[in-house]
Protein backbone atom coordinates (compact mmCIF):
# COMPACT_ATOMS: atom_id res chain seq x y z
CA UNK A 1 0.00 0.00 0.00
CA UNK A 2 3.20 2.26 0.49
CA UNK A 3 4.32 2.01 -3.31
CA UNK A 4 1.08 3.79 -4.09
CA UNK A 5 1.77 7.39 -2.69
CA UNK A 6 5.72 7.21 -4.13
CA UNK A 7 6.72 9.63 -6.38
CA UNK A 8 10.23 8.47 -6.42
CA UNK A 9 10.83 5.63 -8.87
CA UNK A 10 13.19 3.39 -7.13
CA UNK A 11 11.66 3.76 -3.75
CA UNK A 12 8.37 2.87 -5.38
CA UNK A 13 10.53 -0.57 -6.38
CA UNK A 14 11.30 -0.82 -3.47
CA UNK A 15 8.20 -0.66 -1.68
CA UNK A 16 7.05 -3.44 -4.39
CA UNK A 17 9.78 -5.83 -3.36
CA UNK A 18 7.54 -6.11 0.13
CA UNK A 19 5.27 -7.64 -1.88
CA UNK A 20 7.45 -9.79 -3.73
CA UNK A 21 9.03 -11.40 -0.67
CA UNK A 22 5.62 -12.00 0.52
CA UNK A 23 5.52 -14.34 -2.19
CA UNK A 24 8.72 -15.88 -1.43
CA UNK A 25 7.44 -16.36 2.43
CA UNK A 26 4.38 -18.06 0.93
CA UNK A 27 6.30 -20.43 -0.99
CA UNK A 28 8.18 -21.19 2.19
CA UNK A 29 4.65 -22.13 4.03
CA UNK A 30 5.07 -25.97 3.23
CA UNK A 31 8.63 -27.64 2.28
CA UNK A 32 6.83 -30.07 -0.16
CA UNK A 33 8.99 -30.31 -3.74
CA UNK A 34 6.30 -27.69 -5.55
CA UNK A 35 6.86 -25.29 -3.04
CA UNK A 36 10.57 -25.31 -2.84
CA UNK A 37 10.44 -25.38 -6.33
CA UNK A 38 8.37 -22.79 -6.50
CA UNK A 39 10.42 -20.71 -4.55
CA UNK A 40 13.67 -21.22 -6.87
CA UNK A 41 12.01 -20.36 -9.68
CA UNK A 42 10.11 -17.07 -8.28
CA UNK A 43 13.66 -16.02 -6.67
CA UNK A 44 15.51 -16.72 -9.62
CA UNK A 45 13.19 -14.89 -12.22
CA UNK A 46 12.56 -12.26 -9.19
CA UNK A 47 16.33 -11.09 -9.19
CA UNK A 48 17.00 -10.99 -12.74
CA UNK A 49 13.80 -9.30 -13.83
CA UNK A 50 15.26 -6.89 -10.92
CA UNK A 51 18.71 -6.36 -12.45
CA UNK A 52 16.86 -5.61 -16.09
CA UNK A 53 14.78 -2.85 -14.18
CA UNK A 54 17.68 -1.23 -12.46
CA UNK A 55 20.28 -1.35 -15.69
CA UNK A 56 17.36 -0.09 -18.00
CA UNK A 57 16.94 2.59 -15.57
CA UNK A 58 20.14 3.39 -15.52
CA UNK A 59 20.43 3.84 -19.29
CA UNK A 60 17.22 6.01 -18.77
CA UNK A 61 19.05 8.39 -16.60
CA UNK A 62 21.97 8.46 -19.00
CA UNK A 63 19.88 9.52 -21.70
CA UNK A 64 18.05 12.25 -19.97
CA UNK A 65 20.99 14.40 -20.25
CA UNK A 66 19.67 15.45 -23.76
CA UNK A 67 16.23 16.70 -22.60
CA UNK A 68 15.17 19.69 -20.85
CA UNK A 69 15.20 18.77 -17.54
CA UNK A 70 14.61 21.45 -14.98
CA UNK A 71 18.07 20.75 -12.88
CA UNK A 72 16.78 22.63 -10.07
CA UNK A 73 14.80 19.47 -9.04
CA UNK A 74 17.78 16.99 -9.15
CA UNK A 75 19.81 15.93 -6.13
CA UNK A 76 23.74 16.09 -7.29
CA UNK A 77 23.90 12.87 -5.27
CA UNK A 78 21.64 10.74 -7.08
CA UNK A 79 21.05 10.06 -10.94
CA UNK A 80 19.01 12.35 -13.50
CA UNK A 81 16.62 9.97 -12.99
CA UNK A 82 14.59 10.03 -9.64
CA UNK A 83 10.58 10.71 -10.22
CA UNK A 84 7.92 9.07 -12.35
CA UNK A 85 7.03 12.51 -13.77
CA UNK A 86 10.19 12.67 -15.06
CA UNK A 87 9.28 9.68 -17.49
CA UNK A 88 5.99 11.24 -19.21
CA UNK A 89 6.33 10.49 -23.10
CA UNK A 90 9.73 9.40 -22.50
CA UNK A 91 8.44 6.03 -25.84
CA UNK A 92 8.23 9.22 -28.10
CA UNK A 93 12.14 9.79 -26.87
CA UNK A 94 13.33 6.38 -26.42
CA UNK A 95 10.53 4.00 -27.52
CA UNK A 96 12.87 0.63 -27.25
CA UNK A 97 13.92 1.66 -23.58
CA UNK A 98 10.67 1.82 -22.87
CA UNK A 99 9.32 -1.10 -24.21
CA UNK A 100 11.67 -3.15 -22.32
CA UNK A 101 10.95 -0.97 -19.07
CA UNK A 102 7.16 -2.00 -20.04
CA UNK A 103 7.98 -5.41 -19.93
CA UNK A 104 10.47 -5.96 -17.21
CA UNK A 105 7.17 -4.33 -15.31
CA UNK A 106 4.64 -6.40 -16.46
CA UNK A 107 6.39 -9.49 -16.03
CA UNK A 108 7.10 -8.22 -11.97
CA UNK A 109 3.08 -7.92 -12.14
CA UNK A 110 2.92 -11.58 -13.24
CA UNK A 111 1.39 -10.82 -16.85
CA UNK A 112 1.45 -14.28 -19.16
CA UNK A 113 2.83 -15.14 -20.59
CA UNK A 114 6.02 -13.29 -19.26
CA UNK A 115 8.17 -15.12 -17.40
CA UNK A 116 6.94 -13.37 -13.80
CA UNK A 117 3.57 -15.08 -14.00
CA UNK A 118 5.09 -18.75 -14.15
CA UNK A 119 7.02 -17.66 -10.95
CA UNK A 120 3.68 -16.44 -9.11
CA UNK A 121 1.86 -19.68 -10.56
CA UNK A 122 4.17 -21.96 -9.13
CA UNK A 123 4.07 -20.63 -5.84
CA UNK A 124 0.15 -20.13 -5.60
CA UNK A 125 -0.16 -23.65 -6.72
CA UNK A 126 2.18 -25.22 -4.44
CA UNK A 127 0.71 -22.87 -1.59
CA UNK A 128 -3.18 -24.08 -2.78
CA UNK A 129 -1.94 -27.99 -2.31
CA UNK A 130 -0.64 -27.19 1.50
CA UNK A 131 -4.35 -25.87 2.04
CA UNK A 132 -3.84 -22.36 2.21
CA UNK A 133 -6.64 -20.56 0.39
CA UNK A 134 -7.02 -17.17 2.63
CA UNK A 135 -3.41 -17.06 2.06
CA UNK A 136 -3.26 -17.28 -1.35
CA UNK A 137 -6.49 -14.50 -1.73
CA UNK A 138 -4.51 -12.33 -0.16
CA UNK A 139 -1.29 -12.49 -2.38
CA UNK A 140 -3.60 -12.37 -5.24
CA UNK A 141 -5.10 -9.14 -3.98
CA UNK A 142 -1.42 -6.98 -3.10
CA UNK A 143 -0.75 -8.56 -6.73
CA UNK A 144 -4.00 -6.54 -8.16
CA UNK A 145 -2.62 -3.41 -5.65
CA UNK A 146 0.84 -3.62 -7.10
CA UNK A 147 -0.54 -3.84 -10.91
CA UNK A 148 -1.89 0.10 -9.98
CA UNK A 149 1.60 1.47 -9.41
CA UNK A 150 3.09 -0.70 -12.13
CA UNK A 151 0.68 0.85 -14.31
CA UNK A 152 1.14 4.66 -13.25
CA UNK A 153 5.14 3.82 -14.47
CA UNK A 154 3.86 2.56 -17.47
CA UNK A 155 1.25 5.31 -18.22
CA UNK A 156 3.70 8.04 -17.68
CA UNK A 157 5.62 6.76 -20.67
CA UNK A 158 3.69 6.06 -23.27
CA UNK A 159 0.01 8.05 -22.63
CA UNK A 160 1.21 11.29 -20.69
CA UNK A 161 2.22 14.25 -22.78
CA UNK A 162 6.21 14.86 -22.08
CA UNK A 163 6.41 18.57 -23.13
CA UNK A 164 6.05 19.85 -19.52
CA UNK A 165 9.15 18.40 -17.42
CA UNK A 166 9.78 19.54 -13.75
CA UNK A 167 6.18 18.71 -13.05
CA UNK A 168 6.83 17.47 -9.59
CA UNK A 169 5.10 16.90 -6.01
CA UNK A 170 5.34 19.93 -4.13
CA UNK A 171 6.95 18.53 -0.97
CA UNK A 172 9.77 16.92 -3.08
CA UNK A 173 9.58 20.22 -5.08
CA UNK A 174 10.76 22.27 -1.86
CA UNK A 175 12.88 19.69 -0.42
CA UNK A 176 15.08 19.70 -3.53
CA UNK A 177 15.74 23.34 -3.95
CA UNK A 178 16.54 23.47 -0.53
CA UNK A 179 19.01 20.94 -1.49
CA UNK A 180 20.43 22.62 -4.74
CA UNK A 181 20.51 26.40 -3.81
CA UNK A 182 23.67 26.55 -5.57
CA UNK A 183 22.86 25.70 -9.24
CA UNK A 184 26.58 26.25 -10.33
CA UNK A 185 27.36 23.15 -7.76
CA UNK A 186 25.52 20.70 -9.91
CA UNK A 187 28.11 18.47 -11.31
CA UNK A 188 26.14 15.35 -13.26
CA UNK A 189 28.97 13.02 -14.94
CA UNK A 190 27.06 11.38 -17.52
CA UNK A 191 28.38 12.86 -20.74
CA UNK A 192 29.94 9.34 -21.38
CA UNK A 193 28.09 6.42 -23.12
CA UNK A 194 26.57 3.54 -21.79
CA UNK A 195 28.72 0.78 -21.83
CA UNK A 196 28.17 -2.22 -24.33
CA UNK A 197 27.95 -4.97 -21.84
CA UNK A 198 25.21 -3.09 -19.76
CA UNK A 199 23.23 -2.47 -22.71
CA UNK A 200 23.85 -6.30 -23.91
CA UNK A 201 22.68 -7.56 -20.45
CA UNK A 202 19.30 -5.98 -20.68
CA UNK A 203 18.45 -6.79 -24.22
CA UNK A 204 18.96 -10.59 -23.25
CA UNK A 205 17.19 -10.24 -19.47
CA UNK A 206 14.33 -8.61 -21.65
CA UNK A 207 14.67 -11.66 -24.71
CA UNK A 208 14.71 -13.96 -21.71
CA UNK A 209 10.75 -12.38 -20.17
CA UNK A 210 9.80 -12.78 -23.48
CA UNK A 211 10.72 -16.18 -25.20
CA UNK A 212 10.45 -18.36 -21.53
CA UNK A 213 7.70 -19.73 -23.04
CA UNK A 214 8.77 -20.97 -25.91
CA UNK A 215 11.85 -23.07 -24.09
CA UNK A 216 10.28 -23.15 -20.29
CA UNK A 217 11.69 -26.82 -19.23
CA UNK A 218 15.54 -25.81 -18.88
CA UNK A 219 13.99 -23.12 -16.53
CA UNK A 220 11.78 -25.19 -14.54
CA UNK A 221 13.76 -28.39 -14.35
CA UNK A 222 16.56 -26.78 -12.50
CA UNK A 223 14.62 -25.30 -9.91
CA UNK A 224 13.18 -28.54 -10.17
CA UNK A 225 16.57 -30.54 -9.25
CA UNK A 226 17.52 -28.06 -7.14
CA UNK A 227 14.40 -28.60 -5.18
CA UNK A 228 15.29 -32.16 -4.58
CA UNK A 229 18.62 -31.84 -3.22
CA UNK A 230 17.43 -29.27 -0.93
CA UNK A 231 14.91 -31.65 0.83
CA UNK A 232 17.36 -34.46 0.50
CA UNK A 233 20.11 -32.65 2.60
Not at 17 to 28: K, Q
Not at 79 to 103: C, D, E, M, T, V
Not at 160 to 189: A, F, M, R
Amino acid sequence: MGGLVQFRIKRLLAYSSISHNGFLLLALVGLSLESVQGFLFYLSQYILTSICVFFILVLIGHSLKDRKINYELLDREHSPLQFIAQLKGYFYHNPILALSLAISLFSLLGIPPLIGFYGKQLVLSAALQEGHVFLCIIAILTSVVGGVYYLQVIKAMFFLDGSEEGEYPSSENTQLKNKNKNKNSLDLNFKTLPSSSLTITVSTLTLINLLFILCPNIWLSSANILAMLFLNI
